[in-house]
């Protein structure tokens, strides 16, 4: 597939006005997309965990307006008017015009609300960004003539909502569908591609199913440095072509260990490609640190857990101070007592919000 097989055929029906709704997850990547060229398109192939609980839930209102001059929108979250959303959106719509050739020929009333506070410091904008790309999937699925519920038109519209989420922010592209979701091409993962997320087509073992991730909330502020500004920092960063190239490695990696359940290897690529992110934050010019004390207090304090108990826990980190514990499934119960004992501790007013690895966005209505 190439960015062209996204533009679609002229629309034949005409649609005066509707909705849709669809709610999408936000993911929690193994190995990190960090770096990207133009049009978004990823430095190196990353993988994530699909997650369950935190989601986003976006409607999408549209009304066929006069003119086709410009693009029309108003944006709410959870029902107050988000005119600083704006820009972001207006961005979204200009890049994504020439697959979507209706955008403005309506206006658009976005309602959106978050399953996880705002201020949480979680990143919104995988799930956003991809419910957003899906409510416009199914507006142009509406104004398609020969619509078909087969199982090659459910790929292309998920692969084009995909597509059209990476175009949002580069991350969205892996909150589509599927529990394990790659961007980016990889040698070993046929079907892979820098324009869309696919599902991992690898077996993966039973260890990993209902994979846990609770998140600890260690700073709620806004975020220090914007993915973008980090993103463009490994533009001429040192050790940026070392870092591209070992995130091949880890992937290839990866696909062994999801087959034969090798939790003591996952831990450590896992908790790697963390750090690794972090260097790089680091080692780029201007450098950033993005952990805070307690980030750090809960890192070894999970390394204590595990040598006392030879849990099978690990962490591992966004671009911020917050930590994901991730665990298998029969770990739940201690774990969560670990957490609850000696973690919680380190958290913003004690805040975590406790989720699991889930199956994708759903249509609502
Ligand atoms: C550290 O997807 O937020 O979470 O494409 O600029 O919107 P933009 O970036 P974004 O970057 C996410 C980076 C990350 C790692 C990851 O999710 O792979």
């Excluded at 993911?27 to 997650?51: C, D, M, R």
């Excluded at 006069?66 to 959870?78: A, K, P, R, T, Y």
């Excluded at 959106?89 to 020929?105: G, H, Q, V």
């Excluded at 960004?129 to 104004?143: F, G, K």
């Amino acid at each position: 597939m190439t960015e062209k097989d996204f533009i679609p055929q002229p629309y034949s029906k005409t649609l005066e006005n509707g909705s849709f709704t669809w709610s999408s997850p936000s993911n929690i990547a193994l190995i990190k997309y960090w770096g990207k060229k133009k049009h978004q398109i990823p430095e190196n192939p990353s993988v994530s965990f699909t997650l369950d609980y935190c989601k986003t839930t976006t409607t999408v209102h549209f009304s066929k307006k006069e003119s086709n001059d410009e693009f029309s929108f108003d944006v709410f979250l959870e029902g107050v008017k988000k005119d600083d959303f704006k820009p972001k959106i207006a961005t979204f719509f200009k890049r994504i015009e020439s697959y979507l050739p209706f955008l403005k020929a309506y206006h658009f009333k976005i309602e959106t609300s978050n399953s996880f506070p705002h201020s949480s410091g979680i990143a919104s904008s995988a799930s956003g960004m991809s419910a957003l790309a899906l409510c416009l999937m199914s507006i142009e699925q509406d104004l398609t003539v020969i619509q078909s519920d087969s199982e090659e038109a459910q790929d292309f519209f998920n692969q084009k909502a995909s597509f059209l989420s990476r175009l949002g922010s580069g991350s969205a592209s892996r909150s589509i569908e599927g529990d394990l979701v790659v961007w980016g091409t990889h040698q070993e993962i046929a079907g892979s591609s820098d324009l869309y997320g696919v599902k991992y087509p690898h077996d993966v073992h039973e260890n990993f199913k209902n994979y846990q991730d609770t998140i600890l909330l260690v700073d709620k502020g806004e975020k220090q440095v914007s993915s973008t500004v980090g993103h463009n920092l490994m533009h001429n960063h040192p050790y940026a072509e070392r870092r591209f190239d070992q995130a091949h490695e880890n992937m290839s990696k990866l696909i062994s260990i999801f087959k034969t359940g090798d939790l003591d290897t996952f831990i450590k690529i896992v908790e790697s490609e963390a750090l690794t992110l972090h260097s790089m934050m680091m080692t780029s010019m201007p450098y950033f640190i993005l952990m805070k004390p307690n980030t750090l207090e809960i890192i070894n304090a999970i390394w204590g857990y595990r040598v006392k108990t030879n849990s099978k826990i690990c962490f591992t980190l966004d671009a911020g101070a917050n930590v994901h514990v991730l665990y298998p499934e029969i770990e739940k119960e201690s774990v969560m007592e670990f957490i609850k004992d000696e973690l919680v501790a380190y958290c913003q007013n004690g805040h975590y919000i406790s989720d699991q690895i889930g199956f994708g966005a759903q249509l609502i209505s």
